[in-house]
C-alpha cells in the first residue's frame, strides 16, 4: 500500500486491491484442500492452515462489525472528506507490527485462537464469505474523512486506532496469516506430500 499522505479515495483503493489479491491468494492455495490438510499442524505449538483461517475471519468481523458502527456514526456527524489522510504515528507501528515482515512475534490471546471444532468445519468458505463483508464494507468507506473516525480494537479497550489506520492493520494481519498458511503446504509431514517433498519452515 501507498504511504500517508494520501487521499480517501487513495487508500480505499490500495485496501481494496490488497484484499482482492488475498481473496485470490486463498482460493488458489486453499479451496482445493482436504479437511485433514486444512487441519494438519506442523507441530502443537505452529498453526495449520485452517487456524490461519479461522482466526482471520473472526478478526475481520469483530474489526468490521466496529468499523461499521463507526462509519455510520461519522457519516451522521457528516465527517466526510477526501484527505489527505495522514494516520498516526502508533497506526504505522502497530500496522507494522502485525504485517508479515514485523521482526518480533506476540502471542495470540486465548480468545482469538481459533478452536478445533471450528477449524475442522469449513475455514476456507468462512474466510471468503467474511472477506466478501468486509469489501463491501471498504466501498460503503468512501467519502468518509477516515482519520476522524475511531476504532476501538476488539484486542482491548484501551487500543483505539483511526479508521484509516485500523483498515491497514486488517490487510496487513491478513497478508501474515496467509503467508504463514501457504507455508503450511510445505512442511514436512504435510498430508499428501510424497516422501522427498517436505521440507522444514
Known sequence: MRPYPLSCEELLDDVGGELDALTHRVRERFAGLTRE????QPDPDRWGVGQCLVHL???NELYRA???VALQKGRGRGCTSRGPLRGTWFGRWFTSAVGPEASRRTKTPPHFRPRREVVAGVPVETFLEEQGR???LVEEARGIDLDRIGVTSPASPLLRL???DALRVLVEHEKRHVSQAEAVLSAE?????????GTTT
Open 57 to 59: 475471519a473472526r478478526i
Open 189 to 197: 509431514g504435510f498430508p499428501g506430500q510424497g516422501p522427498s517433498e
Open 37 to 40: 490438510q486444512l487441519i494438519w
Open 66 to 68: 466496529r468499523l461499521a
Open 134 to 136: 468486509l469489501r463491501t
Open 162 to 164: 483511526r479508521a484509516s
